[in-house]
């Protein structure tokens, strides 16, 4: 049973950087993918990175390519979000979520949810 439990948001500067972090009961991190999802108000919940554990592999939305990174220490059972150069469009509540599937890239993909930390982005 996979129960993320995801924090780090805040307030930043744009331009700045934040971290996000996704705790995870499950501890076989190696066979499983994680992503991060965000949420602005109004708007649908979109993709914005994953990892395949096993492979190594990272997916990203084409808004956050050279920003962000998504990355996992196994040892801890955590993925982490590292976000540089905010723009004040990625303001949203982030979520992590992981998945048994072989998909990735949407909402529906994804099995378990954390409960969201919120990213504001300051002019």
């Known amino acids: 049973q996979v129960q993320p439990v995801d924090s780090g948001g805040g307030l930043v500067q744009a331009g700045g950087s934040l971290r996000l972090s996704c705790a995870a009961s499950?501890?076989?991190?190696?066979?499983?993918?994680m992503g991060w999802f965000r949420q602005a108000p109004g708007k649908e919940r979109e993709f914005v990175a994953a990892?395949?554990?096993?492979?190594?592999?990272?997916y990203y939305a084409d808004s956050v390519k050279g920003r962000f990174t998504i990355s996992r220490d196994s040892a801890k059972n955590t993925v982490y979000l590292q976000m540089n150069s905010l723009k004040p469009e990625d303001t949203a509540v982030y979520y992590c979520?992981?998945?048994?599937?072989?998909?990735?890239?949407?909402?529906?993909?994804?099995?378990?949810w954390g409960q969201g930390t919120q990213v504001t982005v300051s002019s």
């Open positions: 990892i395949r554990w096993g492979a190594g592999i990272t």
């Open positions: 499950e501890r076989t991190f190696s066979t499983y993918a």
């Open positions: 979520a992981a998945t048994y599937s072989g998909g990735y890239l949407r909402p529906q993909d994804y099995e378990y």
